[in-house]
């Protein structure tokens, strides 16, 4: 049997190719969760980086000029919204945390009125199985209980390590400052100290996935910025109305979570609230959800043309997995992180995926 080295050395570069694209993609990840207020005031920068050029057409100024104007007008939004919003979360958080039995032992109290009034006798329903349902109502419950306990201990946590929140923060805001500032030089910089090859590859492949993935990202973090200050202010206005609204900016935080997330929507969300406080017999405080999710809806439809140019490509079902994979791999933030993931592969891997991953490394040429 003659082995045809010439067809295996190449098939075993195109894995090796493979391989250490997706180990430095590992690499990259780790890095920018470990050095995070970086990343975070480089996505802010280029999300100002249109006001910028805007002041500098308009008013003549220099970049370093118009970008400290940009600069300390982000700086007062973000630190004045980023104080107001710890507050109120470490208050709601604290409330909510101290009456969530009584929440979950209403709920199970309704379930168990739901059940008693289907009638189980008509399609012959055993005792042991009505006995299964009703312990595993139980069970759900208290998962969903302890689920929800455990994660408002650590948002209590997460908002009370002050320390570390500032020291963040701070350096978030200060590399912002420096970006904005000095971004030629630090282009320059990084230019300089590569080799001209890595500068062309990585120029190439980082300008197509700031083009898709970073105007994605800004896109939707506009979109979802929106949907959350939407449904914050509506439901204040709300409370302020005297309907029963006991959390906004929690439940504004979550619809503006499961509003980022693809597939899902606020409707989500919303939807089942509304039914909830309609079945309660709050029927005017469903009504007035529903309301505030059909205008955030319509901000949407109008908003979104505008802001996403371009489809990303991605099939809902390899999306799906994504957010699947990501939720398995690091929990609830996986969510939001796997479908990022996988339009970074997509990008990275563009050439192979449009020829074929297993042809282009295992065919016959």
């Not at 008013?59 to 107001?84: H, P």
């Not at 306990?149 to 923060?169: H, K």
């Amino acid at each position: 049997m003659v082995i045809d080295l010439a067809y295996w050395t190449r098939v075993f570069k195109n894995i090796l190719y493979v391989v250490l694209l997706l180990l430095g993609l590992y690499v990259a990840l780790k890095l920018s969760l470990f050095y995070m207020p970086f990343l975070v005031a480089f996505i802010i920068s280029l999300m100002i980086e249109p006001a910028i050029k805007f002041i500098m057409a308009k008013t003549k100024l220099t970049r370093r000029s118009s970008s400290i104007i940009i600069f300390i007008v982000v700086s007062v939004i973000i630190l004045g919204s980023l104080t107001w919003i710890l507050i109120t979360l470490f208050s709601e958080s604290s409330s909510l945390l101290q009456g969530l039995n009584n929440y979950f032992d209403k709920a199970y109290v309704q379930l168990q009125n739901l059940m008693a009034s289907f009638q189980f006798d008509k399609i012959h329903v055993s005792d042991e199985v009505l006995n299964v349902i009703q312990n595993s109502t139980g069970d759900l419950l208290e998962t969903a209980s302890n689920w929800m306990r455990n994660l408002l201990t650590s948002l209590i946590n997460l908002v009370t390590s002050l320390p570390s929140i500032a020291i963040c923060v701070g350096i978030s805001v200060v590399a912002l400052y420096f970006i904005c500032v000095d971004k030629i030089y630090i282009l320059d910089q990084v230019e300089h100290h590569l080799p001209k090859v890595w500068v062309r590859k990585i120029g190439r492949h980082l300008k197509d996935l700031i083009q898709t993935l970073g105007g994605y990202l800004k896109a939707e973090a506009m979109l979802i910025l929106v949907s959350f200050v939407i449904s914050l202010i509506g439901l204040y206005i709300l409370q302020f109305a005297g309907f029963r609204i006991e959390y906004p900016l929690l439940m504004a935080l979550f619809i503006g979570f499961v509003d980022a997330l693809p597939i899902l929507g606020s409707g989500t969300v919303m939807i089942p609230w509304a039914i909830i406080c309609a079945i309660n017999g709050d029927i005017n405080l469903g009504i007035a959800i529903i309301v505030l999710l059909i205008i955030m809806s319509i901000a949407r439809q109008i908003l979104e043309p505008k802001l996403v140019s371009k489809n990303i490509g991605v099939h809902p079902i390899f999306t799906l997995i994504a957010m699947y994979t990501g939720f398995k791999v690091i929990g609830i933030m996986g969510l939001l992180i796997g479908p990022i993931v996988l339009i970074i592969f997509k990008n990275i891997f563009a050439s192979l995926i449009d020829q074929g991953v297993f042809k282009t490394i295992f065919d016959r040429k």
